[in-house]
């Protein structure tokens, strides 16, 4: 009996100060609130080869021929410009951005190197400055964190790290451009399966035009012994960024998979439009987190990233799950819509979202989950913050085909005001086709009250800090879904987005 | 003096409520206010916290030696004001471990100190949940999100425990407590009686003062003090009822 107690005493202990090691990195978030620039607003000098500006076939088949691709895949880019060129820019979100001119971007821009670096030592210095700048050295990382990463600069993986400790597991975690060097036969098994270039316009785009990404192929019954990370990050001017992730998880694997992006301060309006595809086998599961901190303009509008992002997983298998969570705090406008479609029996799509905007920031955001398999079940949870003159949307679809006997759906989407001058929407479409589902949709819309504000502050909380506090409490259910060090950076992105947004 | 009001006039939408409040408060006392509802002990409250929204449209508040009127509620906090609120809010998705690590931190910030160190948070916490007989469960969740009437008022007396005032307002603490709970609070709230702080008690009721006995009793009625006393007073308050004050004030 007293060893059962010493046990629960000992596991509180553990409990609790793993709560004050949480505790302790949310202060020093909190002291970073005072920093209100845009701290990852630095340019780094490396140079750069480019495409000519704008875009016709020839940009393609430069692409193309720079990254020595196979003729399928020429030929993939080419079906997708054709595409492209017949269909028009969306125009059904709730956002204003002037028209953007597609042959003003530089399609392609690689930073110059004269070989494949073999170690860290051989990566230009200057890059891995630029990695030390925004905190994730690859030498730290791979040291302390136990993390791979596979950072993009501009479009070109530059270095992969833990590649050997993966290949022991049979794991294929590299970029895109070496994955159709090393494994044609995958990618092209793969490539466009869930992300058609007919899914959209930006997509298209992409399809034509994406110069490299990141490709995870994870085989039969492995379980990924660490969490995956790529760090996606746009250096130079004018060029938009096309990356592509392909995501596969073979019969009963699994993955943590986690994307973070900071790109630097620019006052031109940059592009940018990924792909993401998922597919998950049978019993496989696919966890994917985001957090995406570009640069989202300044207090009056001027600048900022457009990001038009296409994230779909497709659960293929019986059993398996797809599991999207993402924190959107950057961007001057966001477009995005992480999705699942549950084709196998019981598979389950997951999608957590918060999504804060600020000054002149737009997002358009949510997901679809589409039911097809028997007792597939989805949820979602979405919390968007609204501050400044900001406007946040939620668009999300819930479609449960007619065979989808007994899916289930619960969907609860949250929006929190910060001032009277920001604007929170909630679109929610459910199409259902079957008797026996059960679809529940919850949505509320709140505002940070005066009492709130002022019992932290009685307390001795300044008022930002105080913000900060409770916006991360109010967005916390979608915080827990991270891994720990995303959350952690998580946290403090809420509250450096909303520094100086009341006041 | 740790606190002297002096005729403060406080309006809440161009309405005037204190009209002309008087109160002198020494280290180690505990005052007790009392009076019927909306004659204005929760905005005198309310006025000494720095609560937006209270005018001061004129008198002074007095603490430490500096007319603190114009200092935001943070600054006040740190400077040693507390209150236990009438109707504490809840915060959701933030436990009481976080907000009130928060909390101290922001305080010794504001003196110039480190953060307080993880073991010494622990102990602390562990040392002032037994003074007011909180479980471990409740401290791990949000701040006050679904806590019955007596957790809350458990949880601001813990809250004032933790954050050592020098000067403290307990406004309606005992309003909603059974009387177990209600001896627990006031225990709490003894236990932390020095010849250092001081506490101002709102209540309706003489009740609670059998349990935190006062110094000094004074009686609101329309805005102002109109009658001060000892610990007797509140008996014969509670005798005589508040019809009493009434006749008291009208004959002058």
């Known amino acids: 009996m007293s060893k059962f107690i010493n046990f629960a005493v000992l596991f509180i202990f553990i409990l609790n100060r793993n709560q004050m090691k949480e505790e302790k990195e949310n202060e020093n978030i909190l002291d970073e609130v005072t920093t209100s620039e845009y701290k990852y607003g630095f340019y780094t000098d490396i140079e750069t080869e480019t495409a000519p500006k704008g875009l016709n076939e020839d940009t393609i088949r430069f692409i193309s021929k720079k990254k020595n691709e196979p003729e399928w895949l020429l030929e993939f880019r080419l079906k997708a410009f054709r595409y492209w060129q017949t269909i028009e820019e969306p125009n059904w979100a709730l956002l204003n951005h002037p028209p953007i001119d597609y042959q003003d971007i530089i399609y392609y821009a690689a930073p110059k190197q004269k070989k494949q670096a073999e170690s860290l030592d051989e990566v230009d210095p200057e890059l891995l400055e630029t990695f030390n700048k925004l905190g994730i050295s690859l030498e730290e990382q791979k040291m302390l964190t136990g993390v791979a990463v596979d950072a993009v600069v501009d479009s070109v993986s530059v270095k992969t790290t833990f590649q050997d400790t993966l290949a022991k597991h049979g794991i294929i975690f590299c970029s895109f451009s070496e994955a159709v060097q090393d494994h044609p036969e995958l990618v092209r098994e793969y490539l ?52 592509r992730t392909l995501l596969v998880a073979d019969e009963g694997a699994y993955v943590s998979y986690l994307e973070g992006c900071t790109a630097p301060q620019r006052d031109e309006n940059q592009l940018h439009a990924a792909i993401v595809e998922i597919i998950t086998h049978d019993d496989a599961e696919v966890k994917y987190s985001t957090v995406q901190n570009w640069y989202p303009g300044d207090k009056d509008g001027k600048g900022g990233i457009y990001n038009f992002v296409t994230k779909r997983g497709l659960c293929k298998g019986n059993n398996s799950k797809i599991s999207w969570t993402q924190v959107e705090t950057g961007s001057a406008i966001t477009w995005k819509y992480p999705s699942c479609t549950l084709l196998g029996d019981n598979s389950i799509g997951e999608f957590y979202s918060v999504a804060v905007t600020n000054n002149y920031q737009q997002a358009d955001t949510g997901t679809k989950m589409i039911h097809i398999g028997k007792n597939t079940r989805s949820t979602i949870i979405s919390k968007g913050i609204s501050a400044g003159k900001s406007n946040n949307s939620y668009r999300g679809l819930v479609r449960v085909s007619k065979k989808a006997e007994n899916a289930r759906n619960f969907s609860q989407c949250d929006s929190l005001l910060l001032g009277d001058k920001c604007g929170a929407h909630t679109f929610p479409y459910i199409k259902n086709s079957n008797s026996t589902s059960v679809v529940e949709h919850e949505a509320t819309t709140s505002k940070i009250s005066e009492d709130q504000l002022f019992y932290c502050q009685q307390r001795g909380i300044d008022t930002e800090k105080s913000i900060g506090l409770i916006v991360n409490g109010y967005a916390k259910e979608v915080l827990n879904k991270l891994p720990m060090e995303f959350a952690v950076e998580a946290q403090k992105l809420l509250a450096i987005t909303l520094e100086g947004s009341v006041g | 003096m740790l606190l002297n009001i002096k005729d403060l006039h406080v309006s809440i939408d161009g309405k005037e409520i204190l009209k002309g409040c008087n109160l002198g408060v020494n280290n180690g006392e505990v005052h007790a206010i009392m009076g019927p509802n909306g004659t204005g002990k929760s905005t005198l409250a309310a006025a000494i916290t720095g609560r937006e929204g209270y005018d001061i449209t004129s008198g002074e508040i007095i603490y430490k030696g500096q007319d603190i009127s114009e200092l935001s509620p943070d600054i006040r906090a740190n400077e040693g004001i507390f209150l236990s609120f009438q109707y504490p809010v809840e915060i959701p998705g933030v436990s009481i471990t976080n907000f009130m690590r928060t909390a101290i931190n922001a305080q010794r910030e504001y003196r110039g100190e480190q953060p307080i160190a993880a073991g010494e948070f622990l102990k602390k916490m562990e040392e002032k949940k037994k003074l007011v007989d909180i479980q471990s469960k409740l401290t791990n969740r949000s701040v006050n999100e679904g806590f ?71 009686v609101m009625y329309d805005g102002k003090i109109v009658k001060s006393g000892g610990k007797g007073l509140a008996n014969e308050l509670e005798e005589k009822g508040y019809d009493w004050i009434k006749e008291h004030v009208q004959n002058g």
């Open chain 2, 148 to 218: 019955s009437g007596g957790e809350k008022k458990k949880n601001e007396i813990f809250q004032m425990a933790m954050l050592e005032p020098t000067f403290a307002v307990l406004d309606e603490t005992d309003s909603g407590l059974d009387i177990d709970a209600l001896k627990v609070v006031a225990n709490g709230v003894n236990a932390l009686r020095s010849e250092n702080n001081a506490f101002v008690v709102i209540t309706h009721y003489q009740r609670l003062l059998d349990y935190i006995v006062p110094d000094f009793v004074h």
């Open chain 1, 192 to 243: 466009g399966t869930v992300v058609p270039h007919t899914d959209n316009y930006f997509a298209a785009l992409n399809s034509a035009v994406f110069s490299d990404g990141s490709f995870c192929y994870i085989p039969k019954g492995v379980r990924c012994p660490i969490e995956l990370s790529t760090y996606f990050r746009i250096n130079a001017a004018n060029t938009g960024q096309f990356e």
